[in-house]
Nanobody, 127 residues
Framework: QVQLVESGGGLVQAGGSLRLSCTAS????????MAWFRQAPEKEREFVAS????????YYKDSVKGRFTISRDNAKNTVYLQMNSLRPDDTAVYYC????????????????????WGQGTQVTVST
């Protein structure tokens, strides 16, 4: 059974940084693309960033480009989201996600592209 466990959220002032981690278990981590989504209060869950199984291809939501970096360490079964220059509108619960199928197209930016989700970690950015 695939399990995803996020950590690293917290409260930070605007302009600050946080690094989120997501550790996966239950299958061969290095064969699967991974992604981060977020959900703010009273809003739909939205794509933030994704990374291919090899780490060679990444995609980002436009509003986080240049501020957030997704990376992975396949030896540690972990995907990261480094968030810099945080803004109050980045406040949300951040979720790690993984697809059912290995490899395939690396362009996976929709909710329906992912089948497994972590429990989420809260990120709050104050003014």
């Amino acid at each position: 059974q695939v399990q995803l466990v996020e950590s690293g959220g917290g409260l930070v002032q605007a302009g600050g940084s946080l690094r989120l981690s997501c550790t996966a278990s239950g299958r061969t981590f290095s064969s699967y693309d991974m992604a981060w989504f977020r959900q703010a209060p009273e809003k739909e869950r939205e794509f933030v960033a994704s990374i291919s199984w090899s780490g060679g291809t990444t995609y980002y939501k436009d509003s986080v480009k240049g501020r957030f970096t997704i990376s992975r360490d396949n030896a540690k079964n972990t995907v990261y989201l480094q968030m810099n220059s945080l803004r109050p509108d980045d406040t949300a619960v951040y979720y790690c996600a993984a697809p059912e199928r290995a490899y395939g197209s690396s362009y996976k930016v929709a909710l329906h592209d992912y089948d497994y989700w972590g429990q989420g970690t809260q990120v709050t950015v104050s003014t």
